[in-house]
């Protein structure tokens, strides 16, 4: 049984990745706070449908405060129409509010177009892919 906040933590990011791995989107929308669980799920639509998740691993856990925190998670995957391995880093902001919750996901590095954003969003300079490419 976890202790500190960082042991809860852990095991709250834990739960949700591999959730995610796996397509169990039920699960991991556990770990979203309330407020942000509809755009998580928009951007998430394409995942177990469009996009195959190979691997997901937790590159980096950092305690910012007692009651927030920064995650990296390092996903590989690929669109079914595709063999084209992709890479795409995301930064997972977490708060702790009677328990630990992703409040921001964000594309860091690597292949955009892994989280959907609206038809009308223009790709950030410098990375690849967008909701526009078909996604």
Do not use: I
């Given at each position: 049984?976890?202790?500190?906040?960082?042991?809860?933590?852990?095991?709250?990011?834990?739960?949700?990745?591999?959730?995610?791995?796996?397509g169990?989107?039920?699960?991991?929308?556990?770990?979203?706070?309330?407020?942000?669980?509809?755009?998580?799920?928009?951007?998430?639509?394409?995942?177990?449908?469009r996009?195959?998740?190979?691997?997901?691993?937790?590159?980096?856990?950092?305690?910012?405060?007692?009651?927030?925190?920064?995650?990296?998670?390092?996903?590989?995957?690929?669109?079914?129409?595709?063999?084209?391995?992709?890479?795409?880093?995301?930064?997972?902001?977490?708060?702790?509010?009677?328990?630990?919750?992703v409040?921001?996901?964000?594309?860091?590095?690597?292949?955009?177009?892994?989280?959907?954003?609206?038809?009308?969003?223009d790709?950030?300079?410098?990375?690849?892919?967008?909701?526009?490419?078909?996604?």
């Open positions: 049984m976890p202790n500190t906040p960082t042991d809860k933590l852990m095991d709250a990011a834990y739960d949700h990745n591999t959730a995610l791995r796996f169990r989107m039920d699960l991991a929308r556990e770990h979203v706070a309330v407020k942000a669980r509809d755009a998580w799920a928009k951007r998430h639509a394409s995942w177990g449908g996009v195959r998740v190979l691997d997901l691993e937790l590159a980096d856990v950092r305690m910012k405060t007692r009651d927030e925190a920064e995650v990296r998670v390092r996903v590989e995957w690929q669109r079914l129409d595709e063999a084209e391995l992709r890479t795409t880093e995301l930064v997972q902001k977490w708060r702790n509010a009677s328990g630990w919750h409040d921001t996901e964000e594309c860091a590095s690597g292949d955009t177009a892994l989280l959907d954003r609206p038809a009308d969003t790709t950030p300079k410098g990375e690849t892919g967008s909701a526009k490419d078909g996604l």
